[in-house]
């Protein structure tokens, strides 16, 4: 097969061949086995396998596996539209896109792995970008500077997926041996409090793994509140909260 040219976005080449098979459920069947399985699972033949038909029938729709993970990123960004249920205040629009965000993120982690490994360009991809950009609209800043806002924000909700699904994946998913993986690790850092080499985290250390409270809300308050003393007039200060 002749290696595709360009982007999956910017080709036509889909060439429908059974009535029981499209993109869309290769792209979704493909999707729940990364939910399942997680990426490395994720193969033409899986995929195949999946939908219980022959690998070679999905080339009709799908060139590659690079694009077919294209595909799922793309329909995942979808689901990040808010479109008209967006707030019309600044503030209150970029809480509510990085919400969606972090909570694609918890529930589709696979999606992170993509983001790092592959520059996204779907046309969901775009309209969630367009989107951010029409939250902060209000402020009445340059391109520029809505650009560095928008994307200090989503760099913050990413970096705290990141945190919290390496924490998840941490921990084994069988019961018994997550409890004793728990016990033994908090063991250990109680020791490491207990030397006295690390007296900032110490307390934080005694506390075991990963029960410190979740920081989301309020590190995105302190972004929103220093985006607010930078940019916002008092119009749009005062509409906080709206």
């Known amino acids: 097969m002749a290696e595709a040219k360009g ?9 429908p061949r059974r009535r ?19 990426l490395d699972a994720v193969s033409i033949r899986s995929v195949a396998s999946w939908l219980d038909v022959r690998p070679m029938s999905l080339y009709g729709h799908v060139s590659s596996k690079d694009d077919l993970l294209d595909l799922m990123f793309d329909q995942i960004a979808g689901q990040n539209v808010l479109g008209d249920q967006l707030p ?21 982690p696979w999606t992170i792995e993509l983001m790092t490994d592959r520059i996204q360009l779907g046309p969901n991809t775009l309209r969630v970008l367009d989107e951010w950009m029409r939250a902060v ?8 500077a809505a650009w560095t806002i928008v994307t ?8 705290y997926v990141i945190r919290v699904v390496a924490q998840r994946r941490a921990v084994p998913s069988d019961a018994r041996a997550a409890g004793e993986w728990t016990a033994t690790v908090n063991s250990y850092l ?8 690390h007296p900032h985290i110490a307390p934080l250390l005694r506390h075991g793994f990963a029960t410190q409270p979740d920081s989301f809300e309020a590190g995105l308050s302190w972004i929103l509140d220093s985006i607010e003393q930078s940019h916002a007039g ?8 709206r």
């Open 190 to 197: 109680t020791e490491r409090a207990d030397s006295g080499d």
């Open 7 to 15: 982007p999956v976005w910017a080709r036509n080449d889909r060439e």
């Open 234 to 241: 008092p119009t749009s200060a005062g509409a906080a909260g």
């Open 137 to 144: 609209a209000p402020l009445s800043v340059s391109t520029e």
């Open 88 to 108: 019309q205040h600044w503030r209150t629009a970029l809480e509510a896109i990085a919400r969606r965000t972090r909570d694609q993120g918890l529930a589709h």
């Open 152 to 159: 200090a924000v989503n760099d913050y909700t990413v970096g």
């Open 20 to 38: 029981t098979l499209s993109r869309e459920s290769i792209v979704y069947a493909a999707i729940a086995l990364a939910d399942r399985d997680g």
